[in-house]
Every structure is written in C-alpha cells, then in structure tokens.
C-alpha cells in the first residue's frame, strides 16, 4: 500500500479520535481532578460561602494589589531583558525569571490546599499570594476572571504575581514576555491539555516547552543550568521525542480564528507511529 495512504488513513483515524474526545467532553464536563490533602466539600453546600465569595474576593485584590504588583514584577524583569543583545539569551532570561520560585500542583500535589475552604481556588501551602483557580469551575462554570474579562490562567499579571500553574500558566507567561521584548511568540494548544510556546528566531519557529524543561528532568532550578536546553527549546519535528507531549492535533491560541497548528507536529508524530509499529 502506498505510504501516502496510509499517513492519510492514520490522520483520518486521529481527526476521528479527536472529535470524539470534543464531543465527549462537551456532553461530561463535570469531572473534577482532586488535589490530595484538600478538604471533601460538596459543591452544593454553601455557594456562597465556597464559590461567590472567594470570586469577589479576589477580583477585588486584583485591582488593588494583584495586578500593580504584578505589573511592576514584569516591567522589572522587561528591563533586565531588553538590555541582552542576542534573543536566544534573551529567552534564557525569561525562562530562569519564570521557574524561579514556581509551583505546580501536578508536581508538588501534596502541597496544595482549598484556599480559605473554598473550592474554586488552590493554595501552595495555604499562601495567599500563590493560588491557582481549580480549572474545573474555571471552565464549566464560574469564570474567574480579571475585572477586564480576562480569564486569571491567561492573565500576565496574575500568573507574575502567583507564580503558580502548569502548562498553560507557563506559556502564557513566557509568551507574553518575549512578546513585550521583541521576539515574536505565540503559544500551541492540544486537545490532550497541554499547551506550549512557539518564538520565532532568525526567521524561524521553534518551540519552547517551559513545562516539559521540568516535567521531563531536563531542568533543576536550584542550579538553573541549562545543558539540556535543546530538549524544551527546538523545531517542532522534534518536539515528540523531546518532550512526549501528545500532539497529533494542535491549535494557535493567538490567532483567530484558532486554526490548525503547524503540521510538523503532526507529521512527526504520524511518522514515528509508522516506524514504530513497522507499518510499512
């Protein structure tokens, strides 16, 4: 059989998987990944109390200490970075600014809390100043969101000011901040959750996994080399092997209306299926 073929009956079965995963979540999105050591509240016990409160609560910190904090850590940062000649160094800057003194729930499971007993937020170690909104109610049902509409895991402020999150958190920051030194950045989205950058340099794109820099051991930040930066930092048909992420169907977040990702990806992925299971 031809290879063509088959690289377009394995993408046809991809495409089909993908949908059902859409259609499937549509219909059952109220599945809820608890955190260990947090408290079992029921959601239907006290909104008030567990949902509106915290909502008002923060929104009302973020307009008097969240984002003036958060916006004087980016601009002291954005100083340090526009004074690097060379925008690979440039990224080096912004990703050991960005894993100092960051924490991530999938990683450090155990020490993440219910902030104040409330269930749409999380805590590191109970820290009011390093908190997470529990995506589930972030995207079923009460959006938490800066009074501008901005949903607090896209927001560079909020992100700055925690330092709390996991891919999405990671990209959108480091987007954000090679995007304000002049280095052209957008970030990657698959439907299997998980969410990266692309920067271009040299008029060439290449993906940056922060993420996948830690998740994957690639990274140490007590003693932040960087020898393994070519693992989380290369061109997309490497991204597989590096960094594991599954990636046969991808979307730009920054682009609308949303389209399909570079192919590479994709293409890389299929391929390695192909050499994998000795299809041909």
């Given amino acids: ?26 219909f059952f999105p109220y599945v809820i990944i608890g955190y260990p050591n947090s408290p079992i509240i029921s959601v239907n016990s006290n909104y008030e109390k567990n949902i509106f409160q ?12 969240i984002y003036p904090k958060g916006e004087e850590i980016i601009l002291s940062e954005l100083q340090k970075v526009k004074q690097i ?19 991530d729930p999938l990683w450090e499971p ?15 170690n109970n820290e009011s100043n390093k908190i997470r909104t529990n995506n589930f109610f972030a995207f079923h049902h009460y959006r938490q969101q800066t009074p501008s509409g901005v949903y607090y895991g896209n927001d560079p402020y909020w992100i700055a000011y925690n330092k709390v999150g996991a891919c999405q958190e990671l990209s959108n920051l480091f987007a954000y901040m090679a995007a304000q030194s002049g280095i052209k950045s957008r970030t990657v989205q698959t439907i299997w ?13 290449k993906y940056y996994d922060p993420w996948c820099a830690v998740e994957h051991g690639y990274y140490n930040s007590s003693d932040e080399n960087l020898t393994f930066k070519s693992k989380w930092y290369n061109y997309p048909e490497n ?8 990636a046969y169907v991808n979307f730009y977040n920054d682009v609308i209306p949303n389209p399909v990702a570079t192919q590479v990806y994709s293409y890389s992925y299929i391929w390695h299926d192909i050499k994998k299971f000795e299809i041909f």
């Fill in 1 to 26: 059989m031809n290879i063509y073929v088959i690289v377009r009956k394995i993408w046809l079965i991809v495409l089909l998987i993908a949908l059902c995963i859409i259609v499937s979540s549509l």
């Fill in 54 to 65: 915290p909502n008002a609560f923060f929104k009302e910190k973020y307009v008097s200490e």
């Fill in 85 to 103: 000649d060379d925008n690979e160094l440039k990224l080096d800057e912004i990703f050991r600014w960005e894993m100092h003194d960051w924490y």
């Fill in 110 to 124: 155990n020490n993440f809390y219910y902030f104040n007993q409330s269930i749409n937020y999380i805590s590191y």
């Fill in 193 to 205: 959750d998980h969410q990266w950058v692309e920067v271009e340099i040299n008029g060439e794109w």
């Fill in 239 to 246: 991204f597989r092997d590096n960094c594991h992420g599954m």
